[in-house]
């Protein structure tokens, strides 16, 4: 918790403009939500491997992955109001070029253009939720990243109600969303800039505080280790349950895609649920005990998944996702803090990484399941939450407190 002292020098949270980015984080993941959502469809009507689907979330995840650090870090040397909305017409490019791809190399570009869209939004988002936060860091953040992770939630009724019934071209619809979120951040942009201005002005350089007692650089990188460590648990299982699992509920419970994926919905939504209470879980009982919860409490949930009936699996689901996702704000706001001068460059490598991960994590459990079977790889996956016990090991977070620069 902050002292009023503290609260005065991090300024008053600006909650229109922390629920708008919020909710054009929702906008912005909704159109990436239309490739995984696309999956089953591709499947069918294309005969893609699932090897090919693991590449078409690669090609949208790895751009965004490798881009998103570049951006933050350029951003927090000079920081550029209005690549928010362009960036976003990139995206707005991008779904509109996927809906009429005849062509496998197609859907490959047009993910390439989403990918590059979402590098250019989360690092600057973040940072207009860091900006616009105040004393209330994790609730910004936290209402940001659940924005996202709605976002995400919605690829499984897309799925069922939009592109099943409609097929590729349906995803033409979200050009619609992508201009909505192009407006919203044009007016966003305006609020950023003036606040650059007004600092300018002031000859001010806005005050860095952090959580994190003094560490040397070595224990700061160490940290960073273990953090990302974490952050490729939590992503490679999430893209598994997103993009995979559908097939598995498929053909072990005989679902068909539409009731498939909207028990998938239940994970995601629930997930989206516990972003939000992490942030303001961790003001209160501090970013690591958040991040250790999350990580340790899912593992037994995970490795019985495999071998239980369809009512414990959507009940399982549930529990899992809420806990996994605690730590995804959080996770965030723990690297800015580790290096609170970089901002935008931490903000893109934690979530940046999120992507990366999933990235891979789709390749790889596409061609796992190419060749040992959609079963053998989600009994694999199921362990892979142990490792996330590396949290353990991370730099306790106390009071804050002013940063060296």
């Known amino acids: 918790m902050t002292t009023s002292k503290e609260s005065n020098k991090l300024g008053n949270p600006v909650y229109p403009i922390m629920f708008a980015i919020g909710g054009v984080h929702l906008l912005n993941d909704s159109l990436q939500s239309v490739i995984p959502a696309m999956f089953p469809v591709l499947e069918k009507a294309r005969g893609l491997t699932f090897t090919q689907l693991g590449f078409i979330s690669f090609a949208l995840n790895m751009v965004a992955s490798v881009l998103q650090p570049v951006v933050g870090y350029f951003s927090d040397r000079k920081p550029r109001p209005y690549a928010l909305p362009i960036g976003m017409t990139f995206s707005f490019v991008g779904i509109g070029a996927l ?72 995803a033409a619809l979200f050009m619609v969303v992508a201009a909505i979120a192009i407006f919203i951040l044009t007016k966003i942009s305006a609020w950023y800039k003036r606040q650059l201005e007004q600092e300018k002005l002031n000859n ?63 994970f995601l939504a629930l997930g989206a649920v516990g972003t939000f209470f992490g942030g303001p879980m961790a003001d209160r009982i501090g970013r690591k005990n958040v991040i250790v919860l999350s990580i340790a409490v899912p593992i037994p949930l995970s490795i019985l998944l495999p071998y239980v009936p369809l009512w414990a699996v959507i009940v399982l689901l549930i529990a899992i996702g809420f806990l996994i996702m605690l730590s995804f704000s959080v996770t965030v706001v723990y690297a800015q803090e580790l290096v609170p001068s970089k901002i935008g460059t931490m903000a893109g490598l934690t979530v940046g990484l999120a992507f990366g991960m999933g990235a891979i994590g789709a390749v790889v459990i596409g061609i796992l399941m190419d060749h040992i079977g959609i079963y053998t790889t989600m009994v694999i996956i199921s362990f892979l939450p142990i490792l996330g016990l590396v949290g353990l090991a991370l730099p306790r977070d106390g009071k804050i407190t002013a940063a060296n620069n």
Not at 143 to 148: L, P
């Open 204 to 266: 001010r350089k806005k005050v860095l505080l952090s959580s994190m007692a003094n560490l040397t650089k070595k224990q700061v990188g160490i940290a960073l280790t273990l953090l990302l460590i974490v952050i490729f648990v939590r992503s490679f299982y999430v893209t598994n349950i997103t993009n995979f699992y559908i097939f598995h509920l498929m053909k072990e419970y005989g679902l068909a895609i539409d009731k498939g994926q909207l028990v998938i919905f239940l």
């Open 99 to 170: 809906a009429f791809a005849p062509e496998y190399w197609m859907i490959l570009l047009a993910v390439i253009f989403l990918g590059f869209g979402s590098a250019v939004f989360h690092p600057e988002g973040s940072r207009v939720s860091f900006m616009a936060a105040g004393s209330k860091r994790g609730l910004s953040q936290s209402i940001y990243q659940v924005g996202g992770n709605t976002g995400q939630a919605l690829a499984p009724l897309i799925s069922a109600f939009i592109l099943v019934p409609l097929g590729q071209k349906g």
